[in-house]
Structure formats: structure tokens, C-alpha cells
């Protein structure tokens, strides 16, 4: 199990990775090596995660997540298979924390009868100085 959270772990057989070979400038070196990693990490197989912050993953997740609700990271950036592996852990790691976070409900608002008023006035005002500035025609 790795703990995300004090509340939040998740079991190592829910993540699966796999070394592929990373696209971009680099030469022989990405030719020859399968450095780039591609994390999958099947959210609906968390039982240790709350059905919450499961829905909450899938809509963070966006197009990462594929039609089997499996979030799939890919880290590509480094030369080195294993600090792409370990960016791809840390990117899943911090989406499974801002899942985690419940979000504050939006309070309605509404303004005030006296501010509604005066913003009514004012918009009067600014119209009679324009009506003002009008050109008279003369017929």
C-alpha cells in the first residue's frame, strides 16, 4: 500500500506501468532505449478510495482517462527511465490528492436592494450625459 494522504492509501496492484520508447530530439538515445513511462492506473480497482474522490479523479482526469476508467499518465520528459517513472507516480500522486480535497459549495449571491438601486441610477445618469452629447438635428 502507498499512502497519499492520512486517510488515503492505495494498493500497488491498482498501478501498472510500462517502459515505451519516448518520442522528440534525443538521438540514438531514444532510438536504442525505452525510457519514456506510461502509468495506468485503474480507478474503479481503488477500493481503498472513496467513491467521492473516484468521481472526482475521472473528472479531473479528463482525456487521460480512457472508456475502462483507467487514468493513464505518460512522463516522457527526462532522459532517464527512473525519474520518468518517478514523475509519472508523482503527477498521480497529486491528482489522487486534489481528488481527495471536498469542494467548497458555491454560495449564490445577490446584491443588496439599496446597491441594485443605486447601480440602476447611475446607469440613468451615464445615459442622460450621453443623450446629452448627441448631436441636435434640426429638420
Do not use: W
Not at 55 to 63: A, D, H
Not at 90 to 117: G, M, N
Amino acid at each position: 500500500m502507498i499512502q497519499i494522504t492520512d486517510t488515503i492509501e492505495i494498493d500497488e496492484d491498482a498501478i501498472e506501468t510500462k517502459a515505451i520508447y519516448a518520442s522528440g530530439p534525443g538521438g540514438q538515445h531514444i532510438n536504442k532505449n525505452m525510457t519514456a513511462i506510461q502509468l495506468r492506473f485503474d480507478i474503479l480497482q481503488a477500493y481503498s478510495l472513496p467513491y467521492e474522490v473516484q468521481q472526482r479523479l475521472i473528472e479531473l482526469g479528463g482525456n487521460r482517462v480512457n472508456s475502462d476508467y483507467q487514468l493513464v499518465i505518460t512522463a516522457r520528459s527526462h532522459r532517464s527511465q527512473e525519474r520518468n517513472r518517478k514523475e509519472a507516480f508523482e503527477r498521480l500522486f497529486e491528482l489522487v490528492r486534489k481528488a481527495a480535497e471536498v469542494p467548497k459549495p458555491r454560495l449564490k449571491k445577490r446584491r443588496s436592494e439599496a446597491s441594485h438601486r443605486k447601480r440602476l441610477s447611475e446607469k440613468r445618469k451615464h445615459g442622460e450625459t450621453k443623450r446629452m452629447r448627441q448631436q441636435v438635428v434640426v429638420y
